[in-house]
T-cell receptor, first 112, second 113 residues
Framework: GQQLNQSPQSMFIQEGEDVSMNCTSSSIFNTWLWYKQDPGEGPVLLIALYKAGELTSNGRLTAQFGITRKDSFLNISASIPSDVGIYFCALLTTDSWGKLQFGAGTQVVVTP | NAGVTQTPKFQVLKTGQSMTLQCAQDMNHNSMYWYRQDPGMGLRLIYYSASEGTTDKGEVPNGYNVSRLNKREFSLRLESAAPSQTSVYFC????????????FGNGTRLTVT
């Protein structure tokens, strides 16, 4: 089946540093999504990407849909303590029911 | 402004016991989903309901059953719990547009001993 690889698995960074994570898939998809999960809560959508090459920002977050349509990255600039959490990439499957396939997640820990 | 509500938040079961996880959404969404989250594996789809009256298997359906009781509610049942079903379970819903985002509940943490 479809392979979706997310890296790194975890990151320990100091406050103020930038963070970068990425996902690659074995197939071409039309929609990449990035979610964040705060401790003890469900995932929340951060950014949605719908077109190859698309670069979208949401505050200190920037995500890009790779031109091959098989990869995406998420950058967080000038990290702050509330950036702690698990970040997931997700692909929207091609059937009409909008099922998501999730990457394994990147655990981000921010130290003061 | 509840969104997606899951109950209970925590549950401990013994092997072989049964239970039902409840999920309700107040956003008038057509589609609802059940995912499980295990360390290092992301979220995996158990079952989904594209619309009221329909349910379909996802990636990991074995050991589970679901009921789409009405448009608001989608329950997940474990008939005979096993330790491998220890996990965090998330319910989600989405609107009718193909690429509308999933809205998740806050999860049910289940431990099977």
């Amino acid at each position: 089946g479809q392979q979706l690889n997310q890296s790194p698995q975890s990151m320990f960074i100091q406050e103020g540093e930038d963070v970068s994570m990425n996902c690659t898939s074995s197939s071409i998809f039309n929609t990449w999504l990035w979610y964040k999960q705060d401790p003890g809560e469900g995932p929340v959508l951060l950014i949605a990407l719908y077109k190859a090459g698309e670069l979208t920002s949401n505050g200190r977050l920037t995500a890009q849909f790779g031109i091959t349509r098989k990869d995406s990255f998420l950058n967080i600039s000038a990290s702050i303590p509330s950036d702690v959490g698990i970040y997931f990439c997700a692909l929207l499957t091609t059937d009409s029911w909008g099922k998501l396939q999730f990457g394994a997640g990147t655990q981000v820990v921010v130290t003061p | 402004n509840a969104g997606v509500t899951q109950t209970p938040k925590f549950q401990v079961l013994k092997t072989g016991q049964s239970m039902t996880l409840q999920c309700a959404q107040d956003m008038n969404h057509n589609s609802m989903y059940w995912y499980r989250q295990d360390p290092g594996m992301g979220l995996r789809l158990i079952y989904y309901s594209a619309s009221e009256g329909t349910t379909d298997k996802g990636e990991v359906p074995n050991g589970y059953n679901v009921s789409r009781l009405n448009k608001r509610e989608f329950s997940l049942r474990l008939e005979s719990a096993a330790p491998s079903q220890t996990s965090v379970y998330f319910c989600a819903s989405k609107g009718i547009t193909y690429n509308s985002p999933l809205h998740f509940g806050n999860g049910t943490r289940l431990t099977v001993t």
